[in-house]
């Protein structure tokens, strides 16, 4: 059994900030790449940022400069943090990993619960 517990969401006014957190737990070997999608009203889930073990990172075109993502190995954790957010960034937002749970070279997606982000006007 594999948790990715979320947090860190809320309500902010346009251009402001916050910081979501995401902590995997359990039977967990390694975590090759964690990151953060999301997902707005009526549309389809969207990448938002990933990160590999190494610390190769990848953002979405409409967060570079103002979204950064992080992660602590020893610790199984993803942080995301957004800065000068707008309204469109107003979605869902979940925490995702491809891990393996022994040292085989299996592969598995998780996914968290998810977390509200709204940007206010």
């Known amino acids: 059994q594999v948790q990715l517990v979320e947090s860190g969401g809320g309500l902010v006014q346009a251009g402001g900030s916050l910081r979501l957190s995401c902590a995997a737990s359990?039977?967990?070997?390694?975590?090759?790449?964690m990151g953060w999608y999301r997902q707005a009203p009526g549309k389809e889930r969207e990448l938002v940022a990933t990160?590999?073990?190494?610390?190769?990172?990848n953002y979405a075109d409409s967060v570079k400069d103002r979204f950064s993502i992080s992660r602590d190995n020893a610790k199984n954790t993803v942080t995301l943090q957004m800065n000068s957010l707008k309204p469109e960034d107003t979605g869902v937002y979940y925490c995702?990993?491809?891990?393996?749970?022994?040292?085989?070279?299996?592969?598995?997606?998780?996914w968290g619960q998810g977390t509200q982000v709204t940007v206010s006007s």
């Open positions: 995702h990993t491809i891990l393996a749970y022994t040292p085989n070279p299996a592969r598995y997606s998780h």
């Open positions: 359990g039977s967990i070997f390694s975590i090759d790449r």
């Open positions: 990160i590999t073990t190494d610390g190769i990172t």
